[in-house]
């Protein structure tokens, strides 16, 4: 079978930040092998913030919202004056969510790669 | 101009005055000498008092007065006090001929001749005064309820102006009576709840019930208190638009309190849950990529989810609270068949009870399992010789206390050609353990077996289950 999102993301410069290692790989490697480069998985909200100083290109991004105990709101904030879209791949349910990000595409984990593939596009 | 005396279709002053205490039955209008004895009694007297003008007229009035009112004492007093201030009233008990009581209000004058005695108009009240005794009595009983019972009470107009706040409101919110009357009471609510606490009264009146939830401030505090607010109109039914009102406030505080709690610990759950699927998910790619065959997947994966499994258990059964490390060893080595060191003379475990933050012990339960797992395939827990000794130390004065943790096996005959076995143990060591928990790892395959050193930051803070 082939995977319709294949190669979706051509050339696309991605922005991961997770602080679950493995749940980051995971969401790297299914970003790389449909063509995305990938810039962190930054596991912190300083070393994301950091990133996106490091980065003149960044296409988009995808946060986790609760990085040991932080919320990622600032990054959330840099992201939007800088205008690169983002999805939340989260645990939480939209109550948990502040209204002023409750209109942000949100995947609930597990992640389906093809669906976070679909709303990078 | 006519002589109205002579006009008999005009009644004189007289005639009049006769005619009007005639009709008036509903007033008994009678006169008395100055002693009190009956000179004239009108057709209201006979219907109210139950005496016939012959029957009375002649006699002392004074048998109306009960002797419990004082009877003729009360009476003469009363004639007393007529002539002193021109007029007596008073509202008391009066009796009838057959001994009934009826509550009425009185009137005795003078007639402009003093020596004529006196005139005295009476009205019965009874059933005035009985609704009124009623309402004294409703109003005591809900005065007694309102200042006793630990809800702020409050009476309101509909649009919820004030009327009467309780004591109890008073006390609560140092706001006094006059304070509270009108809108002043709003003076108490959160600033951010008097707009939603005003406009349900609009609702209130299509509801025909007033309901809000808002925050109220106690008396010399700025902590807000959560209160439940509930109104009903005096009168039910929809003639009596401006109505009363009588309400309640309930101290929800608490409540309030446990459901925001509530509703954080929900979002935690939710998170660790999605956030455990998510690795059980990375678990099972990786395990695939590496199996060669459905029965090595089965195997290894089985193995990655008992250790999962295993820290779960610890981490429900501590919350929050820190993961000994000495028990995430132990339990990893048990798993393996290596209990303790009694039981295993293969496996020496040196190091004092060093504290994890509950987030790190996930990730470190899983590099240890897979130091396990590759000991009883390659390693010291697989041959004959072999020897495994895990130990840790902990410099604690550090600001940052870190536990460096040794696993050292010994006596492992290498596989031949220096083949070194670099899969998801590895990985989890020399990558997941720096990126996840600030960790610094050595990972080294010496000629006599395994050595892997982990420096991981520990916690200061103390177990609460001690």
């Known amino acids: 079978m082939v995977d319709p999102t294949a190669e979706a993301l051509n050339g696309r410069c991605l922005l991961i930040v997770e602080d679950e290692y493995l749940i980051a790989t995971d969401l790297a490697r299914a970003l790389e092998e449909r063509g995305a480069r990938v810039i962190g998985p930054a596991g912190s909200i300083e070393g994301a913030l950091s990133m996106l100083g490091a980065h003149q290109q960044i296409d988009g991004a995808v946060l986790d919202i609760n990085l040991r105990g932080e919320r990622i709101y600032p990054v959330a904030d840099a992201l939007r004056a800088r205008g690169v879209p983002f999805v939340f791949v989260t645990g939480y349910d939209a109550w948990g969510i502040p209204d002023a990000y409750a209109s942000v595409p949100r995947l609930e984990k597990p992640v389906s790669a093809p669906a976070l593939v679909r709303l990078l596009r | 101009m006519q002589d109205r005396s002579s006009d008999s279709l005009v009644p004189t002053d007289q005639e009049l005055l006769r005619l009007i205490v005639e009709s008036a039955i509903d007033f008994a209008i009678f006169t008395m000498d100055p002693n009190g004895i009956t000179t004239s009694w009108n057709p209201g007297a006979q219907r109210l008092l139950g005496y016939r003008n012959g029957e009375i007229i002649g006699s002392s009035v004074d048998v109306i007065f009960p002797p419990e009112e004082g009877g003729s004492a009360a009476a003469a007093e009363e004639r007393r006090t007529a002539l002193a201030q021109g007029r007596a009233e008073d509202e008391r008990w009066q009796m009838r001929k057959d001994g009934a009581r009826f509550w009425a209000s009185g009137l005795l004058m003078p007639l402009a001749d003093q020596n004529a005695g006196f005139v005295k108009i009476l009205r019965d009240r009874t059933s005035q005064h009985r609704a009124e005794e009623q309402l004294r009595e409703s109003e005591e009983r809900f005065r007694v309820l309102a200042t006793n ?49 005003q406009a349900a009264w609009q609702d209130a009146q299509r509801n025909g019930e007033y309901y809000v939830e808002h925050r109220v401030r106690p008396a010399g505090s700025d902590e807000y208190l959560w209160h439940q607010t509930r109104a009903l109109p005096l009168t039910h039914g929809a003639k009596s638009g401006d109505a009363d009102w009588v309400g309640t406030m309930t101290d929800i505080h608490e409540l309030k309190t446990l459901e925001a709690r509530q509703q954080v610990l929900l979002a935690e759950v939710q998170h660790r849950t999605r956030n455990l699927l998510a690795i059980v998910q990375s678990i099972a790619r990786q395990t695939i990529k590496s199996s060669r065959s459905v029965d090595e997947f089965a195997e290894e994966y089985e193995s990655r989810l008992g250790a999962l499994s295993r820290i779960q258990s610890l981490l429900a059964r501590t919350d929050s609270d820190p993961i000994d490390l000495r028990e995430l060893v132990a339990g990893e080595l048990e798993a393996h068949g290596h209990a303790s060191p009694q039981a295993s003379s293969k496996v020496k475990i040196e190091g004092s009870s060093v504290l994890l933050p509950s987030s790190s012990a996930q990730l470190l339960a899983l590099a240890i399992h897979e130091l396990a797992t590759n000991a009883v395939k390659y390693g010291a827990l697989g041959q004959r010789s072999g020897q495994l000794v895990v130990r840790w130390g902990v410099d604690k004065d550090s600001a940052k206390p870190m536990a460096a943790v040794e696993w050292r096996e010994t006596g492992v005959a290498m596989p031949e050609g220096g083949r070194k076995r670099r899969g998801y143990g590895s990985e989890l060591i020399e990558r997941a353990l720096p990126f996840q928990l600030g960790a610094k790892t050595k990972l080294e395959f010496r000629p006599d077996g395994l050595c892997c050193e982990i420096l991981v930051p520990v916690t200061s803070k103390e177990r609460r289950d001690g």
Do not use: C
């Open chain 2, 149 to 197: 019972i630990p809800q702020l009470v409050f009476r309101t107009k509909p649009n919820g102006e004030r009327t009467w706040p309780s004591p109890q409101w008073s006390s609560f919110t140092g706001l006094d009576f006059a304070a509270s009357l009108d809108l002043g009471w709003l003076e108490a609510i959160h600033p951010d709840d008097r707009d939603a606490t």
